[in-house]
């Protein structure tokens, strides 16, 4: 009975986990096409390399709308049915992306008129990125056993990763033996076009999975929730009390449901845990590596190399977190993570000082980039979506998925700005950051191994009925 059960989480979370695979692949994609791009904007219609930046960086925008209303969606819809839309909103991006004359509107000049259209559908895009960034990890969090709930939620960062990988070997087997010219022209395309296989995939699979039994308890489909639950545990009298749990959580009289219902101080953790996660630097070390080895000293084709080596140490130290993090729990693993992303960062910062270039710094940045793997790129979504609240989770989430975009996307614009003024500084930047990412989840944010999401509510409890005494 216990490997069926076994045998069914696993399944519908490697399902739930496409759309991690999305999101990398959605995000990297961009990759094999910025060339042509590149070649087309500048030099086909004479526009500045800021446009350029803004057309490669435009799915960005659509990721913090897909955060901000992906609480309105999975609270309205489900969460089964707002991954189905995100399923659609990466099928209608591929195709709209790789042919935006299928679906242009011929407003004005034709060429900018082209221009807008691909942009709308990277926005749109993006937008899936969003939703599923926040619902993914929300419905895992929600279906998963407790005792391994934290390794099933980190498969899905494992999913992001392993989606960016795979885009990458697309990209290279597609563009592999083809002139410049040809990629300029059609190869691009059929870079976005292969996107459709992933999403069609997902959104087929999705059919098949149950609503998760939080969502249905709060609908009061409570026989459903307990057969989902019965189907996730290894025990019927186990998933009756767990039912209860959930009853009780979602019916007490002490919070409204309303976003500070449970106090102020949750919401802080979450929306701090984004923007840490973020501004840590990571982005800048996936997107901008083979130019941070280039301006280091290292030729066009040996940066490529030193960036699959990362891309390897990624994978790596990913099942390293997946392995440990329901048996070490999870703070340890982010100040582990946090003094390592630190030494790492600094390490390269004094070498940026000394103006030393060689081993020494890939070695800091794939030191910076494992205790990063290893930690807060798959635990900080493992407690997004263990920290909140029943009530208020689905709203609280998109806040503080949004708040990772918007963070995402300012640490990643003003890299460049930064490197020009000092890189020394700009690494050291960084570097403080992870010390104060450590001294946060030291002081504030709770231990979740091993408890249910109810129980992780009793953290929060007592600001619940402080605020509550304070309100009468």
């Not at 101080?265 to 845990?273: H, N, Q, S, Y």
């Not at 890299?415 to 950051?433: A, R």
Request: hydrophobic share 50%.
């Amino acid at each position: 009975m216990k490997n069926k059960n076994n045998f069914y989480i696993v399944s519908i979370t490697l399902i739930a986990t496409l759309g991690g695979l999305l999101f990398g692949y959605d995000t990297a994609v961009i990759s094999g096409a910025e060339q042509a791009l590149q070649t087309y904007l500048t030099d086909s219609l004479g526009l500045s390399s800021l446009v350029h930046g803004l057309t490669v960086s435009s799915a960005l925008i659509g990721c913090i709308i897909g955060g901000l209303i992906s609480g309105f969606l999975s609270n309205n819809l489900g969460r089964k049915n707002a991954l189905i839309v995100a399923a659609v909103l990466f099928l209608v991006s591929a195709l709209g992306s790789a042919y935006p004359e299928v679906f242009f509107f011929n407003v004005g000049d034709p060429t900018i008129g082209l221009l807008n259209m691909f942009i709308f559908y990277r926005i749109i895009g993006g937008i899936g990125v969003g939703l599923a960034s926040a619902i993914s990890p929300t419905y895992i969090g929600e279906t998963a056993p407790a005792q391994i709930r934290g390794k099933l939620v980190t498969w899905y960062q494992f999913a992001v990763i392993f989606g960016m990988l795979v885009v990458y070997f697309v990209n290279w087997g597609i563009a592999n033996g083809q002139t410049s010219e040809w990629i300029n022209d059609v190869g691009w395309r059929y870079m976005f076009a292969s996107e459709t296989i992933p999403a069609l995939l997902f959104l087929v699979l999705l059919f098949f999975v149950p609503e998760t039994p939080r969502y249905l308890v709060s609908k009061n489909k409570g026989d459903e929730a307990l057969n989902v639950l019965e189907k996730v545990n290894s025990s019927k009298e186990k998933a009756k009390g767990i039912l209860k749990d959930i009853h009780e959580s979602l019916n007490t009289n002490k919070t409204s449901g309303k976003l500070f219902s449970y106090g102020k101080l949750v919401i802080v953790v979450g929306v701090l845990l984004s923007i840490f996660q973020q501004f840590v630097g990571i982005n800048v070390a996936l997107y901008y590596a083979p130019r941070i080895f280039e301006s280091m000293g290292a030729g066009q084709s040996a940066s490529m190399v030193q960036t699959v080596v990362m891309g390897i140490v990624n994978v790596v130290f990913t099942i390293i977190a997946i392995q440990t993090v329901d048996k070490w729990g999870r703070k340890p693993l982010l100040m582990i993570g946090s003094i390592g992303m630190a030494v790492g960062m600094f390490g390269v910062a004094m070498l940026a000082f000394l103006d030393i270039i060689g081993i020494g710094t890939l070695l800091f940045i794939i030191l910076y980039t494992a205790s990063f793997m290893m930690s807060w790129g798959p635990i900080c979504w493992v407690l997004l979506s263990e920290i909140f609240p029943n009530k208020i989770r689905g709203q609280a989430m998109a806040i503080a998925v949004a708040a990772q975009w918007a963070a995402n996307f300012f640490i990643s614009s003003t890299y460049p700005s930064m490197m020009e003024f000092s890189g020394g500084l700009t690494y050291g930047f960084y570097g403080l950051m992870s010390i104060l990412s450590a001294i946060f989840v030291w002081k504030l944010v709770p231990e979740t191994k091993g408890k249910t999401l109810e129980q992780l509510e009793e953290i929060w409890k007592p600001k619940t009925e402080e605020v509550t005494k304070i309100a009468k």
